[in-house]
């Protein structure tokens, strides 16, 4: 068997990084594409390996030499690669095509060596490597019949995306027969140059055999093995990510911030959704509406505060509307001034915004860093303090203050004077459900120092929209605010959201009861991996202690290199430095299985 490597484009769309290199000169995580690629086909049984080359072929050539670990290496020159697309770098090799089996092989792809275990194993003599169709791949794709046989290869113009759960796109790795090679695919490579010309591509060559009656050839789906083709320097990044070195692939994702998206494969167990919501009706009105929300703009703050408002029933002067709680939670902490009374562990983005020197910390003298309200008025009070945080459920503990108890805690903070933010981002998964929030009129305006926060992504399981409220009766905070933020801080399809979401507000109550049933579930499965401890939550995610076994590091980075599995390692958390924790979110009940039985395997 040999190998033929089509490396003759100039990968224009790398723009600098191809300046004085060809595509697999670019380096992954440190290592060139060529290097990876000849060191994985070293390793097979080899006649030689052809390397079709063309801009800044001579410096390839140079590089990699006439030999790899006693491989020959022969080269092909394309001197018109400016000029031409790949079917011609491959019709330079169309005598060598017909005198071995051949792997032929994309130069700007990486791919885990499995993936060549995989086509080399297969018995049939002649297949297409595919994979599912996802959203981050561009090229040929192809549809699939019975036994695998390719029914069409559909062009760029007749690409439908309601039919694209049906497409695979080809993985740009072939193996041919010898013979195969020589009554199929080269006289036909021969007959398409010379009816269509060489600005072409050779899969179009394959999309003509596979109308024959016999075309010899199959397709053969991956099932999971890691491929990347890099075409920009956003798939180099994301290449980065997938084939990072075990010791750095846990870093490499959690830099992203999520994205995940371009990841089909990996379950983020770190970001906290709702599972059970929007309903599959709401998510359809709002894709019948795409086109408008996608080419008009939307509203300014005044309108959307005034959605926003009718979203929780509350008075437009109270509320401001965020790009996500994140942007409210900038702003505030900028305005506050004095000191701040921070519970740890908690949602950093908080205390982070804060002078270090501003921070009045108390930490909970238990296992399960629980406390009550009478807990933080004992400490706090003797304390000099401008501003008391409340996450409620607390992030990551998720210990939960009952609404009884927080209306003590405003009734104590106003006595004192004491501004009291309430983060009240997950209340909806308590057991009490959404019948505890402070996002009343009546609360707001008894307690004119109360601030309340919401993140509309995590209860509501739209995080892509990126959606936050800000309310209190302080009107002169609230205006504050609104002035540091953008008066187009929120798109056109959030605005659309607000606008429709008490429709389907039946829809959420009833999400958010299933999702109480299930974290109760989750719990006792949870709690049977003999090496966790389960903290007990109020909230959409699970504060585990690791007591055994692993340190919560090493458990995070084997779940994501074996399974796929992304959760939060809390180790680098305050208040941690005592024992190993991990966060998991509560997802629906296949995911949260999936993990068990993950975890029980390890």
């Not at 959409?540 to 090493?554: A, R, T």
């Amino acid at each position: 068997m040999q190998v033929v490597i089509l490396a003759a484009g100039m990968g224009k769309r790398l723009d600098n990084l191809t300046r004085n290199n060809t595509k697999c000169m670019i380096r992954v995580n440190g290592i060139t594409l060529i290097d990876r690629a000849l060191s994985q086909f070293s390793k097979m049984k080899l006649n030689r390996i052809i390397l079709v080359i063309g801009y800044k072929g001579k410096e390839l050539k140079e590089y990699v030499g006439d030999s790899y670990n006693g491989i020959p290496i022969h080269y092909i020159y394309n001197p018109i690669y400016d000029k031409t697309n790949n079917i011609y770098s491959l019709s330079l090799a169309k005598k060598e095509l017909q005198e071995d089996d051949t792997l032929l092989v994309e130069s700007d792809l990486i791919f885990e060596d499995a993936v060549l275990d995989k086509i080399l194993s297969d018995p049939y003599p002649n297949i297409a490597l595919v994979a599912k169709y996802e959203s981050w791949m561009d090229g040929t794709v192809v549809t699939l019949g019975s036994d695998n046989i390719i029914l069409n290869f559909i062009t760029k113009k007749a690409f439908n995306f309601d039919h694209k759960d049906s497409y695979y796109k080809t993985v740009n790795i072939y193996k041919f027969s010898k013979e195969f090679s020589k009554t199929h695919y080269v006289p036909f490579l021969d007959a398409y140059i010379n009816a269509l010309g060489c600005n072409e591509y050779y899969e179009q060559v394959l999309r003509v055999i596979a109308l024959l009656d016999k075309p010899d050839l199959k397709a053969l789906p991956l099932s999971g093995e890691k491929w990347y083709e890099i075409d920009d320097i956003q798939d180099l990044d994301n290449a980065e990510s997938i084939f990072a070195d075990e010791d750095k692939k846990l870093k490499a994702f959690q830099k992203r911030y999520g994205g995940y998206w371009r990841f089909p494969s990996l379950l983020d167990f770190c970001y906290l959704v709702n599972p059970y919501f929007p309903s599959e009706k709401m998510k359809k009105e709002m894709k019948a509406n795409f086109d408008i929300l996608l080419t008009e703009y939307p509203s300014g703050m005044q309108v959307n505060a005034l959605l926003m408002a009718k979203y929780f029933g509350l008075i437009p002067d109270y509320v401001c509307v965020g790009n996500g709680a994140a942007e409210l939670i900038k702003s505030l902490m900028s305005l506050l001034t004095g000191n701040l009374g921070v519970i740890y562990p908690t949602f950093e983005e908080y205390p982070n915004r804060c002078e270090k020197h501003n921070i009045v910390s108390y930490f909970p003298s238990n296992a399960d860093f629980s406390y009550s309200v009478d807990d933080l008025i004992g400490f706090y009070d003797d304390k000099d303090l401008s501003t008391l945080l409340v996450i409620n459920p607390d992030n990551p503990s998720g210990n939960y203050i009952s609404h009884t108890d927080i209306l003590k805690l405003c009734e104590w903070t106003k006595m004192k004077n004491i501004r009291l933010i309430i983060d009240e981002s997950f209340v909806d998964f308590s057991d009490f459900s959404y019948e505890d929030t402070l996002l009343l009129n009546s609360t707001l305006e008894k307690y004119p120092l109360l601030v309340v926060v919401k993140s509309i992504s995590k209860s509501y399981g739209v995080p892509g929209l990126r959606l936050g409220v800000l309310a209190s009766s302080d009107r002169n905070l609230i205006q504050d605010i609104r002035k540091d933020v953008s008066i187009w801080n929120i798109n056109s399809f959030a605005e659309f959201y607000m606008q429709i979401f008490n429709k389907y507000e039946v829809d959420y109550k009833l999400g958010c009861e299933r999702f109480i049933k299930e974290r109760k579930r989750f719990f006792k499965s949870l709690s049977s991996i003999s090496y966790l401890r389960v903290i007990p939550s109020q909230a959409n995610y699970f504060l585990c202690e690791v007591i055994e076994k692993y340190s919560s590091s090493e458990l995070t980075s084997l779940l994501l290199s074996k399974y796929n599995i992304l959760i939060k390692d809390c180790g680098t958390k305050k208040a941690f430095s005592e024992g190993e924790y991990i966060r998991v979110a509560i997802r629906s009940t296949e995911d949260n299985n999936y993990l068990v039985h993950a975890l029980k395997s390890l």
